[in-house]
């Protein structure tokens, strides 16, 4: 059983930066796409980006793209997300999950494996 656990999260002034980092523990995340999601309060759960088993390919919801960087060291069972020009529309819990199957495009939560507790990111204007 792989449990995933984020950190990283905190409270940023607009067009700071965070790097949350998706640590997993009880297995090995190399066989598995890793992705992140957010969720702000009132709001659906999104997509952020997406990661695939070697690193390379990527995926970048519209709304980060440019700002937002995801990356992954499987000898550390490590997936970062590096997050600059923070906007207060950035503000949710951030989570990490790890599913086996799919390409790097956003999968149904139903193809989740795992997935993390979450860590919250605050903006301030």
């Known amino acids: 059983q792989v449990q995933l656990v984020e950190s990283g999260g905190g409270l940023v002034q607009a067009g700071g930066s965070l790097r949350l980092s998706c640590v997993a523990s009880g297995g090995t995340i190399t066989s598995y796409i890793m992705d992140w999601f957010r969720q702000a309060p009132g709001k659906e759960r999104e997509s952020v980006a997406a990661i695939t088993w070697g690193g390379g390919a990527t995926f970048y919801a519209d709304s980060v793209k440019g700002r937002f960087t995801i990356s992954r060291d499987n000898a550390k069972n490590t997936v970062s997300l590096q997050m600059n020009s923070l906007k207060p529309e950035d503000t949710a819990i951030y989570s990490c999950?790890?599913?086996?199957?799919?390409?790097?495009?956003?999968?149904?939560?139903?193809?989740?494996?795992?997935w993390g507790q979450g860590t919250q990111v605050t903006v301030s204007s």
């Open positions: 999950a790890a599913r086996r199957e799919g390409w790097v495009v956003p999968a149904p939560d139903t193809r989740y494996d795992y």
